[in-house]
């Protein structure tokens, strides 16, 4: 981009290479005009120096003709004029518009620059009377807490509610110690049927803050955990006023199924909302279970006798077996017997060649054999 200075209103604006190509082309037409008109005025000087003679003999076409020429010469000179004026007053134009705009656009700048502020000091006035609010409340529950448990203020707020929303709800300490561990409270409620709807295992968590060791909610998930699992219990529910800052937990009620599955993490205040929540719930959840109850039921004589036709496949499947296990047995006592009679005839054959042999043998045997090489034998039976 270059730099030009209008020679008007002394402003500098900048143009690209094609706009000032333009406005060269026209500055150059324009010098041109002026050449020609001075080459015209040289031209007619020379002939205002000929002879008066052929002054006089110059036919009026000729001068027709430099009138003309004169005429086409203003007029060139005059739209060229106005060119130039358009030009500098388009250029003037964008120039203002540009200014115009960058001042807009500075003006809007502050604008937003003004509302974030505004928005941040409103946000921060937010967080400000959020954090006096909760210290506030950590004020009114530490003070109604002195003299008074975590837990003691727990169950009066059951005890309120007992006969009215938990009237076939159990709720007390939990004192069973034979798995080792044991949590604070065990929460569950019955239908009118005596069938359980739902059950909760809570550990109440409180810390002044004059305590020397911080400790943290998740430091409690594990045995509230196993707590949970063996006791039985559906849900697991830390009530804590630990991490008064946290705003994760200050939301009222923390899903923390994410370390360990049915946990959450209340502030006291939220303890009849939680038991009112997951009662409901799971009496919706009761509705469905009895549906399928009945459905089970329908099916209960279908399901008995595919349980009978599968035990009578299954000692069919256990007699054939056993009879297979049989047949492969005496098959192979067969071959085995089989073997040895085979053996048997072997040996007998053999010994039948042994008493030939043996009857063939005495056959030859005489006094004479016997006696061959004994000389007393042979005296004895006088074989000489």
Do not use: W
Request: negative net charge.
């Amino acid at each position: 981009m270059n730099e030009i200075k209008c020679p008007k209103c002394n402003e500098k604006f900048s143009m690209d290479a094609q706009g000032f190509a333009s406005i060269l082309k026209q500055v150059k037409d324009e010098e041109f005009a002026k050449e020609l008109e001075k080459e015209l005025k040289i031209r007619q000087f020379v002939i205002a120096q000929k002879n008066d003679k052929e002054k006089a003999e110059l036919s009026a076409e000729k001068e027709k003709e430099i009138a003309e020429l004169k005429g086409q010469l203003s007029k060139a000179e005059l739209e060229k004029k106005l060119a130039v004026s358009e030009a500098i007053s388009k250029i003037e134009k964008e120039s203002s518009d540009l200014k115009n705009e960058l001042s807009s656009s500075k003006a809007q700048s502050q604008i937003e620059i003004v509302s974030l502020k505004e928005r941040h000091q409103f946000e921060l006035k937010g967080k400000d009377e959020l954090i006096d609010r909760y210290k506030d409340m950590k004020a009114k529950l530490s003070t109604k807490l002195v003299g008074e448990s975590l837990e003691q203020h727990c169950e009066t707020e059951f005890n309120k509610l007992r006969m009215t929303a938990f009237k076939n709800a159990q709720f007390g300490k939990d004192n069973d110690h034979k798995q080792g561990t044991k949590g604070d409270y065990i929460y569950r409620d019955f239908d009118e049927s005596g069938n359980e709807i739902v059950s909760i295992m809570f550990e109440m968590k409180n810390e002044e803050d004059l305590t020397a060791t911080k400790k943290r909610n998740e430091d409690f998930f594990d045995k509230l955990h196993k707590d949970r699992v063996e006791k039985k219990c559906e849900y697991a529910v830390l009530v804590s006023l630990l991490e008064i800052e946290n705003e994760f937990y200050n939301a009222g009620i923390a899903d923390v199924s994410f370390r360990h599955e049915k946990m959450y993490v209340i502030r006291p205040q939220c303890f009849i909302p939680m038991i009112t929540l997951l009662k409901n719930a799971a009496q919706n959840s009761m509705h469905y279970k009895k549906e399928l109850a009945l459905i089970r039921e329908q099916n209960i004589d279908i399901e008995n006798f595919e349980d009978r036709l599968n035990s009578y496949k299954g000692k069919v499947s256990e007699k054939h077996r056993l009879a297979n296990e049989r047949f492969q047995e005496a098959i192979t006592e067969i071959d085995n017997t089989i073997i040895r009679l085979e053996k048997a005839k072997e040996a007998l054959i053999t010994s039948e060649k042994h008493f030939r042999i043996a009857d063939q043998m005495g056959e030859k045997v005489t006094i004479k054999t016997l006696s061959k090489g004994n000389q007393t034998m042979i005296d004895k039976f006088e074989l000489n």
